[in-house]
């Protein structure tokens, strides 16, 4: 037989989970999808088929395009309709067979979306506020920053529409780290609302040794909306994504 690498792009709705990562006696996407591989013979050993992720979310964080990669003996495109019928709350919807050193973590480009209520909010300092945030920063001050990590990180672009009581905010960059897009909201929502001003948060970008906690967003408004690559995946047409997508705006509009 032919070991091939395969990677796999899904979505889910959060609050279905108890998170992305595996934890003992807890329902998590990572363990669910690793059973679902096994049963069907795609796997024999998480360890043993390098099986790899390209981001874990935080309980409660949505997907719209996570991405998995394993090597694997025995693999159909036909398959994703059997995981997909496995775990409702899992959508499997497009493929790539890749190089056999493909790290699905190693991405050219991420975007999560957050659904920001701004009722009663100034949107248009939250506006200015998220302006402070593109380019290179230091988020010490920004992030949950885990040891001997770089706190360094550079969001490429910030796209806001409107979409009824909530701006949506768009984050671009190759990389995250943990809490990051939350604490950046966190930040935001308390200008709009007046408890902080501009010069509070340029100060905690300014001076990152200098520790400010200006809290930590809600993780149910937080989509991974997709993750590129320099390929493009296939997708199984016969597949939709409308119906799980609806499913999770319509968890946030009720939040």
């Known amino acids: 037989m032919i070991v091939m690498r ?24 990572e363990e669910e999808i690793i059973n679902s591989l096994v049963k069907y013979e795609l796997i024999k050993d998480p360890k043993l088929s390098c099986f790899r992720s390209s981001s874990r979310t935080d309980k409660g964080v949505s997907a719209l395009g996570n991405v998995i990669a394993f090597n694997t003996e025995n693999f159909k495109k036909e398959v994703l309709n059997k ?23 190693y991405a050219c480009l991420r975007q999560y979306r957050y659904y920001l209520d701004v009722t009663n909010k100034d949107f248009k300092k939250v506006i200015k506020g998220l302006s402070f945030f593109t380019g290179e920063h230091d988020l010490s001050n920004f992030a949950r920053v885990e040891k001997d990590k770089n706190p360094v990180r550079i969001i490429d672009n910030i796209i806001i529409s409107k979409f009824e009581r909530f701006l949506v905010i768009d984050f671009f960059a190759q990389t995250f780290l943990w809490n990051q897009i939350r604490r950046i909201i966190s930040a ?38 997709d993750v590129f690559y320099d390929f493009e995946f296939e997708l199984d047409k016969k597949i939709k994504l409308e119906k799980l997508e609806k499913e999770i705006i319509s968890s946030i509009k009720n939040h």
């Open 6 to 29: 395969v990677a796999l792009k899904f979505a889910y709705n959060g609050k279905n989970f108890y998170g992305y990562a595996r934890q003992p006696k807890l329902r998590t996407i």
């Open 83 to 105: 995981l997909n019928k496995e775990n409702e709350d899992i959508l499997f919807y497009a493929f790539k067979i890749v190089d056999d050193d493909f790290y699905p973590r």
């Open 188 to 225: 935001v929502e308390k200008l709009g609302c007046g408890k902080i001003t501009q010069g509070e948060i340029i100060n905690a970008l300014d001076n990152p040794k200098k520790i400010v906690d200006l809290g930590v967003a809600s993780p149910e408004l937080l989509i991974l909306k």
